[in-house]
């Protein structure tokens, strides 16, 4: 009798288990803020994307009006691929600091980006605060595949609900420097 009790037990503590991770898995796949947060991170770490950086660095695409460099194909790439993410300001910001980094990289070096995983955690303290890591895999063709992680803190806007109002990568541990060799 206490070995069908002590299995009994056992299959019950599994399936609890089991429900509870079901649970997390299906309160993340359920937020649709850690849905941006990943749609952000594969537009970053899959590629590089050459229609995005044609746009970028095609000359043709540069025009001066009233004095400022304007270039609305990367614009009109930028907008579709990143717009419905972010807070208008914040998109400026992250593209003039972020968005074009890393893959701007891969392509001056010549490597591919594969977003290979991601963990997003919403935190217990601050209100629309979130934290990601992010496992990158790079490599140069006919070279050994490499890993990174990189992490992060993005911040939801108060004001545009459901939209990015600050993203920052904080550890890319040595992505960067790894992809300038």
């Given at each position: 009798?206490k070995?069908?009790?002590?299995?009994?037990?056992?299959?019950?503590?599994?399936?609890?288990?089991?429900?509870?991770?079901s649970?997390?898995?299906?309160a993340?796949?359920?937020?649709?803020?850690?849905?941006?947060?990943?749609?952000?991170?594969?537009?970053?770490?899959n590629?590089?994307?050459e229609?995005?950086?044609?746009?970028?660095?095609?000359?043709?695409n540069?025009?001066?009006?009233?004095?400022?460099?304007?270039?609305?194909?990367?614009?009109?790439?930028?907008?579709?691929?990143?717009?419905?993410?972010?807070?208008?300001?914040?998109?400026?910001?992250?593209?003039?600091?972020?968005?074009?980094?890393?893959?701007?990289?891969?392509d001056?070096?010549?490597y591919?980006?594969?977003?290979?995983?991601?963990?997003?955690?919403?935190?217990?303290?601050?209100?629309?605060?979130?934290?990601?890591?992010?496992?990158?895999v790079?490599?140069?063709?006919?070279?050994?595949?490499?890993?990174?992680?990189v992490?992060?803190?993005?911040?939801?806007s108060?004001?545009?609900?459901?939209?990015?109002g600050?993203?920052?990568?904080?550890?890319d541990?040595?992505?960067?420097?790894?992809?300038?060799?």
């Amino acid at each position: 009798m206490k070995e069908g009790e002590r299995k009994l037990k056992f299959a019950l503590a599994v399936l609890l288990a089991l429900l509870i991770l079901s649970g997390c898995l299906a309160a993340k796949a359920d937020d649709p803020k850690m849905a941006a947060i990943e749609q952000v991170l594969e537009q970053q770490f899959n590629g590089p994307d050459e229609e995005f950086l044609k746009a970028m660095w095609n000359p043709a695409n540069k025009q001066i009006v009233d004095g400022v460099e304007v270039n609305a194909a990367f614009e009109q790439q930028v907008e579709e691929k990143y717009g419905e993410y972010f807070t208008d300001q914040e998109l400026d910001q992250f593209m003039r600091v972020f968005g074009t980094y890393f893959p701007g990289l891969a392509d001056i070096y010549g490597y591919e980006l594969r977003l290979d995983e991601v963990d997003i955690e919403l935190s217990e303290t601050t209100a629309n605060r979130y934290t990601f890591t992010a496992e990158v895999v790079f490599q140069k063709a006919g070279e050994k595949e490499q890993h990174a992680e990189v992490q992060g803190i993005v911040l939801f806007s108060n004001v545009q609900k459901g939209k990015i109002g600050k993203f920052t990568y904080t550890d890319d541990d040595g992505l960067s420097e790894r992809l300038k060799q």
